[in-house]
């Protein structure tokens, strides 16, 4: 009987110190503060026709709260919302609060880093652009290159309005000569584009390069000995 008591009793502790354990870890959970750095991605409310130049894709949101609410955090429940709704075209610095930060309920900002980001908002345009095709290498020894035609001769992009200002034409891709001795056609052939904000208008995004190549000259054939006349050969005599 007495070996009974004295099990239980232990269980009994046991149980009392597990409930113990939970109850503090429960209540540190729930009463305790904690905070964390987050990398919160960066998304941009811009205007229609509007485009962002090299824009801030993230920064380092520091939050507070509970352990629970902490340790339960994700990155992806982090969100910096910028507002470009009213402001003007160019380069400017706009500062960054705790109004901007989209995050959970319960959870509070304690600092953003970095706090002013720079924000390049231009005008989206479309324009026609001549597109070049760009050779390279060696044709066949004597052979000759002419001016090559390109299918369609120019292509609508969009872009950043002053981007597009400072591109006079589009190239092909590199186009290589060597070895040819005559006139040969590329088609599908894909235009580079400058930068990454500038963009084909679908259709075309590939153009055709008709490339002429005029084959080196051929050996003219040795001439054949003139035959005497009987005249010549009487003087000779």
Do not use: H
């Amino acid at each position: 009987m007495n070996e009974w008591v004295r099990t239980w009793g232990l269980r009994l502790l046991a149980l009392g110190i597990a409930i113990g354990i939970w109850f503090n870890a429960s209540v540190e959970d729930r009463l305790v503060s904690s905070e964390k750095v987050v990398e919160a991605s960066v998304t941009y409310n811009r205007p229609n026709g509007f485009v962002l130049i090299n824009p801030v894709q993230t920064v380092n949101v520091r939050v507070s709260g509970t352990k629970k609410a902490i340790r339960q955090l994700s990155p992806y429940m982090v969100n910096m919302s910028i507002d470009l709704g009213q402001r003007q075209t160019g380069v400017a610095m706009m500062g960054l609060t705790s109004e901007n930060v989209l995050l959970p309920e319960g959870l509070e900002v304690v600092s953003i880093e970095p706090n002013t980001i720079r924000v390049d908002l231009e005008r989206e345009v479309t324009e026609r652009l001549p597109v070049v095709a760009k050779l390279t290498g060696r044709p066949a020894a004597g052979a000759t290159v002419g001016q090559p035609e390109v299918i369609p001769n120019q292509i609508l992009v969009i872009g950043p309005e002053p981007m597009l200002a400072r591109v006079d034409s589009l190239s092909t891709r590199p186009i290589s000569l060597d070895g040819r001795d005559k006139t040969f056609e590329e088609p599908d052939v894909a235009v580079v584009l400058p930068d990454p904000l500038i963009q084909i208008v679908p259709p075309p995004s590939t153009v055709t390069v008709t490339v002429p190549v005029q084959p080196p000259p051929q050996p003219s054939a040795p001439a054949k000995p003139r035959k005497e006349t009987r005249k010549e050969k009487g003087k000779k005599t």
